[in-house]
């Protein structure tokens, strides 16, 4: 499985793997067994009703969110998960604190709720293009020079707060980096571009992002190492395979889950599973 990063100097730009590499079909085969075990425990942690799971994907343009999201949790019974993407911030949002929007679409305890793109778009989208944080009106921030190093410490800080707010109180969070090559990301929008199927996928400012990549993969690297905590650790995946980086999503979300021994099935209270034969009569006697 791939390790957690947790305050350590890893650069993002390498991939670290604890497991041999498995071909793609290997890894949709288990896939496959994972996911259908990861379904059987949700519906476990539903009726339980003590803990809510938050997954966060983060990656650059074409890293394979979406299909992901569709792969991991197919089985998955659609009461119990919830899937959000954050787009650009509307009018009511920005009329906000930057956490009120990812706030208010927490999923509820028993339920597992996935982000599409997080909260972490504020410290990597904003800190590559420091103009949007003035469309956030925060007092004192007149001007872009007013955003400096100081700035972005306290909004790691405020990160690390609302996750550890969130975990004390039942959230389990998993925190994904999809760490696409570049030269897999090009392979991916010239298909986007090919493949008429694929045409609606692609947008002109995907390339105005990818000419940022170095900037991009600095600002990563910071939020990740600033941000990777024990109760909220980073996971980095290779998803230059996109089957391959489904599977270690699938895996890690279950091997972790898997841990908590206080999870289980409610019981019955005494005096329905006493009359529990009972019903049963009744029913058959109809």
Not at 155 to 167: A, P, S, V, W
Not at 203 to 224: G, H, M
């Amino acid at each position: 499985m791939y390790q957690p990063i947790a305050n350590s100097n890893f650069n993002i730009k390498e991939s670290i793997t604890l497991l041999n590499e498995l071909t793609d079909d290997e890894a949709k085969d288990a896939l496959k067994k994972v996911r259908r075990k990861l379904s059987k425990l949700q519906d476990i942690m539903y009726a339980h009703g003590k803990y809510s799971v938050l997954i966060c994907l983060q990656g650059m343009d074409t890293a394979g969110k979406d299909s992901l999201i569709r792969e991991v949790f197919k089985e998955f019974n659609m009461r119990g998960v919830q899937v959000h993407s954050f787009k650009v911030p509307t009018e009511t949002e920005l009329k906000q604190d930057y956490l009120w929007r990812h706030y208010i679409a927490l999923p509820p305890r028993g339920k597992f709720g996935v982000f599409n793109r997080t909260h972490y778009e504020n410290v990597l989208v904003t800190k590559v293009h420091p103009e949007y944080i003035l469309g956030e009106n925060i007092p004192f921030i007149e001007s872009v020079d007013d955003i400096d190093e100081a700035f972005w410490k306290e909004r790691y800080e405020q990160i690390r707060n609302f996750e550890k707010h969130l975990t004390d109180n039942g959230t389990v969070i998993f925190k994904f980096f999809l760490n696409l090559s570049k030269d897999e990301q090009k392979r991916r929008l010239i298909r986007r571009i090919e493949k008429e199927d694929k045409n609606w996928k692609f947008s002109a400012s995907d390339l105005k992002e990818r000419k940022l990549w170095d900037e991009y993969q600095v600002c990563y690297e910071k939020a990740i190492q600033e941000t990777s905590t024990q109760n909220a650790p980073w996971y980095v995946i290779p998803a230059d395979s996109k089957p391959m980086a489904r599977y270690l999503v699938a895996k890690t979300i279950f091997e972790k889950l898997d841990t908590f021994e206080d999870i289980d099935e409610p019981e019955l209270d005494t005096e329905t599973k006493s009359n529990l034969l009972s019903y049963l009569k009744e029913l058959n006697d109809e």
